[in-house]
């Protein structure tokens, strides 16, 4: 519904709050990104309850509904249900979207406006944004505070859900990039720590085993991304490897050689990194649902062994994780140094300066000076975050020298916080376990906010692939029937591209009326007349025309030697203008052919096109070439004698002696210069009938034949060939099958991870 058609040009004074919001959800589903900067005001402010802080001021806003409309991409719509306006300048609104008219689950919302009067205009001041939960383990959703039971399935389906999209995506080896992928619009949570920042004990606390490979140096030279799966009391604690599907490790010791081995068949022995990830999922009864990413430990200096870009290398991919938008951070820090030190701390603080997006962990708690805290940090006055500082107490080396068992070493963490005089009144807030839970929390909380934005990008990408899929082409059926049908549709869209180009639908046909227009008359200029007609040539041409024998009344012999030999000149011209449109013919058929979509994916086909076409264009040649020849030879076979008929006659000078005329005749100059002059001009009248039949004569048989006639030969070829000859002129590019492949595996994706959203979403 709308208030206001695009269409209408309505005063500003005649608006009402109504349909200034009305007009809002116009521009947003037409992506009139101007129009929604003319309707809010400068200092407005936008609150959405899936986002922990609202967007303050114009410009804030602004980009918040660009990124909205990037993601809903062509076919994604707010769909107005109900507008109510208040006796003030407030609007209420209740919506959903909607992709090609389908509803979205989990999309249903409202909002509440606030417009104010600024001069003449109604401007959008205030607006908040409640959107519908997408978990409904029930069928009425005001019972779930009841069923606690149905709430932790449905996070852990949440959490699962997205692990199953993460290992999906790195099977298909989407690992982030350029751009943005779907395991970046994933949430995620990533551990960030320097070395020696107790880093592994921390994640093996929260796993409660002992399962990371330990030693000095660089030890986690791969992202690990480590998927928690709770199970029900009493069930057997494993492990499993994406790359080792099928494979249960019941020995946790077996999960970290393992590991060690993994990283090894990527980066050989040597101690370079890389960013491939390795997926490694727990199922216990002492975990909770939970997802970490493990990156490797950030670093100062190359020791030895090291290349000298490591340092360079691993900031580079703990940030390409950590500056994603999606990535909740857990940067660990250990409490014996200065926070300030800190390099998880400062690289959260350049990625996320706010801190929305960063919880802190304080390690070795217990190995601080005497007398000495760290309630400073733990209470956010050292350093403030958006979230709580949870602090960690590891076990000593000793402890891990004598294999102590981690549930006692989370029942000694327990009982180090209950009974230390520093941290005992936020004991309940401190250790391993809590640290899970919150994070647990938060990270089914970040999802369920993410999942409509996730959708959108999912449904846009969708297209995108789908398009580029029907860009590429289909897979060819294996019949016989079925490759010839594709042969000669291909060879129709080609012919197609090839006659627009000569048509005038496409550049290049005008070549050949330049042809005509300009290299043809340049040419018909440039023959040597002059010189052929020279005094001196005509006297030696009808001279000898005659032999012994004198003339009688006009050099008749003479006349027809130098009209021969002059029309014999218009070959050049006549033959070369054959030749340049047959070059420009050429020419077309080579942009055609590349010009051509559907050809692309066929490059045997292309050359197979590309021959046939050249022997048609030869043969439409030669007959052109012995059409325009003709021509000319027509020209000399039989003169128009009409024309020397009606030549003034010279009055006759000295005597009157009609018998001795044709004597003085043979050796005056002035008898040879009229001579010159009648066949010059005779020559004249030829170039300009030339002139006019040649080009009709090269459309004629090269041009019109192309047109009608360019495949005609390869058609009748085509189909008496076997299948297997049909098949290997269908033979495709590699990389177009290779990027064809790629396009149909990330759509599978695509679509899955859609269907796994909406499996979810109707628990």
Known sequence: MSAVSRGDQLEPSRFTAKDVVVQ?????????????????????????????????????????YEDLTECMGKNVKFIIQSVCQGDNLSVAISWHLEWKGKHIPFTRGCSFYECSKQGDKLLIEHARAIIESPIKPGSLVLATTQHKEQRM??????IGLVNR?????????????????????????????????????????????????????IVTRRPLVLQLHKTEQGQAEYGEFLHAPRKRFNDFAAVRKEIQDETDRITGKSKHISNIPIHLSIYSPNVVNLTLIDLPGM????????????????????????????????????????IATSDAIKLAREVDPTGERTFGVLTKLDLMDKGTNALD???????????????????????????????????????????????????????????????????????????????????????????????????????????????????RAFDRVFKEHLDGGRPGGDRIYLVFDNQLPA????????RHLSLQNVRKVVSEADGYQPHLIAPEQGYRRLIDSSLSFFKGPAEASVDAVHFVLKELVRKSIAETEELKRFPSLQNDISTAAGEALE???????????????????????????????APEKGSTNSSSAPNMDRYSEDHYRRIGSNVSAYIGMVCDTLRNTIPK???????????????????????????????????????????????????????????????????
């Not at 043969?619 to 020397?644: G, H, I």
């Not at 899955?752 to 959203?757: G, M, N």
Request: one cysteine or more.
């Open 619 to 649: 043969k439409f040649r030669e007959d052109s070439r012995k059409t325009v020849l003709r021509l000319v030879e027509m020209e000399s076979s039989y003169l128009t004698v009409e024309f020397f008929r009606k030549l003034p006659l």
């Open 377 to 491: 940090v733990l209470e956010g006055r050292s350093y403030r975050l958006q979230h709580p500082w949870v602090g960690i107490v590891n076990r000593s080396q000793a402890d891990i020298n004598k294999n102590v068992d981690m549930i006692a070493a989370r029942r000694r963490e327990r009982e180090y916080f209950e009974s230390s005089p520093d941290y005992g009144h936020m004991a309940n807030k401190m250790g391993s376990e809590y640290l899970a839970k919150l994070l647990s929390k938060h990270l089914e909380t970040v999802i369920r906010q993410r999942i409509p934005s996730i959708i959108a990008l999912i449904t846009k990408t969708i297209d995108e692939l789908e398009a580029e899929l029907d860009r590429l082409g289909r897979p060819i059926g294996g019949e016989s029937g079925a490759q010839l049908y594709t042969i000669l549709e291909m060879c």
């Open 153 to 158: 399935a449905t996070m852990e389906s949440l």
């Open 697 to 763: 004569a090269v459309v004629y048989c090269q041009v019109r034949e192309a047109k009608r006639a360019l495949l005609n030969y390869f058609y009748s070829q085509v189909g008496r060939r076997e299948k297997k000859q049909l098949s290997a002129m269908l033979d495709e590019d590699p990389q177009l099958m290779e990027k064809r492949d790629g396009i149909a595996k990330r759509l599978a994706l695509y679509k899955s991870a859609r269907d796994e959203i909406d499996s979810v979403a109707w628990k």
């Open 299 to 338: 670093t100062k200096v190359a020791t030895e062994g090291q290349p000298d870009s490591i340092v360079e290398d691993i900031d580079n991919m703990v940030r390409s994780y950590v500056e994603k938008p999606n990535c909740i951070i857990l940067a660990i820090s250990p409490a014996n140094q200065d």
């Open 165 to 217: 999209i993460q290992r999906a995506c790195t099977v298909l080896g989407d690992h982030g990039g350029e751009g943005m992928s779907l395991w970046e619009a994933l949430p995620s949570v990533a551990v960030v720590g320097g070395q020696s920042s107790g880093k592994s004990s921390v994640l093996e606390s929260v796993v409660g085993r002992d399962f990371l490979p330990r030693g000095s140096g």
């Open 523 to 530: 040419a018909l200029k440039k023959l040597p007349f002059d």
């Open 24 to 64: 809002f959800y116009d521009c947003v589903n037409d992506k009139n990104l101007k129009m929604i900067n003319e309707l809010i005001s400068d200092d407005c402010c936008f609150e959405d309850y899936s986002f922990i802080k609202p967007f303050h001021g114009k410009k804030e806003v602004a980009h918040f």
